[in-house]
Each structure stands twice: as C-alpha cells, then as structure tokens.
C-alpha cells in the first residue's frame, strides 16, 4: 500500500481517507437504529466517543496495512454519505464493509461505491479475493454484494449486538471471476 491513502472516484462520488472531523457527521448517521438493525458490527445508541475512536483504529489500519476505509461522499457538494472499504487485510485477502446513511438509501450510491472499493482491492492491492457478511434477514447488503458479482457461500449463526443470535450470509468473490 502507499503510504498516503487515496482518492477514488466514480461519477458521482468521491471516497476519501476519513478524517477525524468525520466523527459528528458518522455518528449522527451510522446511529440510526436502521443501520444498526441492518448491519452486524454498528452498534445502536452508537455513543459520543464511538465514531472518533472507530476513525483512529481505521486510520491506524491503513498505515499497518490492516485496513483501507473511505468515507464516501458525493462529488456535487463533499457531504459525507456513508464509509465503505476493505478490513482485515491479510495476505490476498479482505473483508468488504459499508454503509450508507438512510437518508442517501435507493440512490445507487452504495453499490457505486462498493464496486470501486473492489476495483481497488484488486488492481492496486493486489488481493485475490473478497468477502463480506451480512445479517440474512436485512436485503440492502446483499443486492450490494450481488450487484458487484459476489456468490453467497455460507450461512451462519452466531450471537450478534442483537438481542439474539442472528442468521449471518457470507459472500466471496475471487479475482479472477470478478467482472
């Protein structure tokens, strides 16, 4: 990886290194109960603290090379609309992760995003192959995963922040299959 994160484009988007300033914008928008009911890993109330210390940990990520998480937002006016990257960063492989704020939801931004996430994750890091997860009961995740050519896998149950165990869908794509 550079040691400078990039921009990266789509035609209505740019995607950006977060910046600590994003903490307000990030914890006003990923603390809708709807992106926690839609998501496995955001919590709901998503706390004052949370949002700067999830910044510095994907910030840190990028410069061991764990992790390369954008905020994305819309070329028109730079609103920040949602954060979407590649974590778990190991050898060729990497976990796929995103989420648009509600407000942006039926827009097509999330998959415009995610598919230049993908994009980079093959052509410039070098990855083999990706996956993501999502909770089976919640479609938006995985129209997003199928639109970019992910397969679904494997299914799980595991306890989630949820009140109780979840059914969670798993989803690769390998570089070679990609389109």
Known sequence: MNKMQPLLTTERLILRPLELSD???IQQLAGSVDIANGTISVPHPYSDGMAGKW??????????????IFAI?????????????????????????????????????????VERIKDYGFNKLNLEHLYGRHL????????????????????????????????????????????
């Open 23 to 25: 903490a307000t914008k």
């Open 55 to 68: 910044i510095g940990k994907h910030l840190a990520g990028w410069y061991s090379k764990q992790s390369a």
């Open 73 to 113: 937002t819309l070329k028109s006016n730079h609103q920040l609309i949602g954060c979407a990257g590649l974590e778990n960063i190991n050898e060729n492989s990497a976990q796929l992760g995103y989420w648009i704020g509600v407000p942006f939801w039926g827009k097509g931004y999330c998959t415009e995003a």
């Open 136 to 179: 089976k009961t919640v479609s938006g995740p995985e129209n997003v995963m199928l639109k970019i050519g992910m397969k679904n896998v494997t299914m799980l149950t595991f306890p989630s922040h949820h009140l109780s165990q979840d059914d969670i869908a798993i989803y690769e794509l390998l570089k070679q299959t990609a389109s």
